[in-house]
C-alpha cells in the first residue's frame, strides 16, 4: 500500500474524531499529467506520499495471514452489510473475522458523534480493525449529509485545484468519522450527457478526467484511502449495472485509448483500491470484468496496480437476470480466483450472508477450486490495507 492514514488509525483504535494532519487543501499540488496506457507500460512510480518503509506493513501483514486457519483468511476477504445504527449490532457483524463492513445511508446517523461512535465500536471487533468503507462520491451518492464539499455534478471542468480541494474537504470529514474507505472517486468516462453514469462523473474528455481523477486521490491522500470505480469503465458499458450487465463493443487498443487514461492516472496518483465493474466488454473477455482472469491481469500487468481489487457489490449480479451468475456464493470464489482480493456483499444481504460467503471460501480452497496462493494472496493485500489504516501517525505526512 502507498499511502498510510495519519489519524484515521487514531480514530479506529482510541475512538476519537480527529482531522488528519495533512497539506493546505488550498494549496493543492497538481495531479500527474495522463496518457492512454501502452500495451506494455511499466508499473507508475510510487506516489510522493508514500509511506517511509511500506514493505514492513506487507511482512506484518503476511506473517499474521499465515498464521490464520482457511477459514480465517476465507473471511478477511469478505466485506459485508448489516443493516441500521446500533453500534453493538454492527460490531457483531464482523466479529466472525469479515474483513470489513460497507456503511449504507442506513447505517449513518444524524449527528457526527452517533456515526464516530458506530465506527469506533465497529474498529474493536478486531485488531487490526476491519476496514470501514462508504460509497461517498458527494452529490448523487452521498451516504453522509454534513459532507458539504462539491461532487462531480458540479466539479466538471473545474480545475485540479478545486478538485484536489474538494476531496481533501471530504476525506477530512471521513477521517472525523472513523472511516478509512472511500468507494468515492468515479474514473469513468461517459460518452454523453445522456450516460447512465454522466451525473457522477468528470467529464467524457479522457484527459479532463484523468486530471481530476489524479486530483481527487491527491485530496483524499492521507485522509482516506481512495477507490476508483467503475474498472474497466462504465462510460464505455451503457446500461445500470444495478439490474443488467452492461457490454461495451471496444478492443483492447481502443480502451487504451479512452477508458484506461483515468484509471492510469489515479494509480499513480496513488489509489489504494480499484473497484471492479460487473461490465462486459465482448471482444476482450466474455465475463463480466468482475469475475474475468483477464481483467484482473490487465490492471495489474497493464496499469501497474499493486494495491487492493475490490468486486462491486456482488449482489448486483443476482439482478442481472442471467442465470451464470445466481449463485452469490459462486460469484464471490469466482471473483477471487480470477484476482480480486476483496469481495463486497450488499443487495439482498444480512450479516449471515458474509458467514456463507467465508464458508463457500473456504471450502473452494479446500478443494482446490480455489487455490490457497491465490487466497493468501488477497488476505494479505487486505490485511496490509488494514494495518496501514491503524498506523501510527506519520509525523513527515
Not at 145 to 171: C, H, P, Q, V, Y
Request: with cysteine; hydrophobic share 45%.
Amino acid at each position: 500500500m502507498r499511502r498510510s492514514l495519519a489519524a484515521i488509525g487514531t480514530v479506529a483504535l482510541l475512538g476519537l474524531a480527529a482531522c488528519v494532519p495533512a497539506e493546505d487543501a488550498a494549496a493543492p499540488s497538481a495531479p500527474p499529467t495522463a496518457t492512454a496506457i501502452p500495451s506494455s507500460a511499466p508499473s507508475p512510480e510510487p506516489s510522493a506520499t508514500a509511506s517511509p518503509d511500506p514493505q514492513t506493513t506487507t511482512e506484518r501483514a503476511a506473517e499474521t495471514v499465515s498464521a490464520m486457519s482457511t477459514r480465517e483468511k476465507a473471511a478477511s476477504v469478505v466485506m459485508g452489510y448489516a443493516a441500521g445504527t446500533d453500534p453493538q449490532a454492527l460490531k457483531t457483524a464482523v466479529s466472525r473475522g469479515s474483513g470489513g463492513l460497507i456503511l449504507m445511508g442506513d447505517n449513518v446517523p444524524s449527528a457526527p458523534d452517533a456515526l464516530t461512535e458506530i465506527t469506533t465500536a465497529i474498529a474493536e471487533a478486531a485488531d487490526p480493525p476491519p476496514l470501514i468503507a462508504i460509497d461517498e462520491e458527494g452529490g448523487d451518492v452521498a451516504r453522509i449529509t454534513w459532507d458539504e464539499a462539491a461532487s462531480a455534478r458540479n466539479l466538471k471542468g473545474a480545475g485540479a485545484d478545486e478538485i484536489e480541494a474538494a476531496f481533501a474537504e471530504r476525506g477530512s470529514v471521513l477521517a472525523e468519522a472513523g472511516i478509512p474507505v472511500n468507494f468515492g472517486i468515479v474514473a469513468d468516462v461517459p460518452r454523453s450527457a445522456d450516460s447512465f453514469i454522466f451525473s457522477r462523473a468528470y467529464g467524457t474528455d479522457p484527459q479532463a478526467v484523468a486530471q481530476a481523477v489524479g486530483a481527487a486521490v491527491a485530496g483524499e491522500s492521507g485522509r482516506a484511502f481512495s477507490t476508483l470505480k467503475h474498472f474497466p469503465g462504465h462510460g464505455a458499458a451503457e446500461g445500470d449495472s444495478h439490474s443488467m450487465i452492461p457490454s461495451a463493443d471496444l478492443t483492447l487498443d481502443e480502451w487504451r485509448e479512452l477508458d484506461a487514461t483515468p484509471f492510469a492516472a489515479g494509480i499513480a496518483a496513488g489509489a489504494e483500491l480499484v473497484m471492479m465493474g460487473h461490465l462486459r466488454f465482448g471482444q476482450i473477455d466474455e465475463l463480466p470484468a468482475s469475475l474475468s482472469p483477464e481483467w484482473y491481469r490487465i490492471l495489474r500487468e497493464d496499469l501497474g496496480f499493486d494495491g487492493v481489487a475490490v468486486t462491486d457489490d456482488l449482489g448486483m449480479l443476482l439482478s442481472s437476470g442471467e442465470d451464470a451468475y445466481t449463485d452469490p456464493e459462486s460469484n464471490a470464489v469466482q471473483s477471487l480466483a480470477a484476482g480480486a482480493d476483496l469481495v463486497l456483499t450488499v443487495v439482498g444481504s444480512t450479516p449471515e450472508t458474509a458467514d456463507r460467503t467465508a464458508e463457500a471460501v473456504a471450502a473452494a480452497t479446500e478443494d482446490g477450486s480455489l487455490s490457497a496462493e491465490r487466497l493468501e494472496e488477497a488476505a494479505t493485500r487486505v490485511m496490509t490495507l488494514r494495518f496501514e489504516a491503524a498506523a501510527p501517525a506519520d509525523p513527515e505526512q
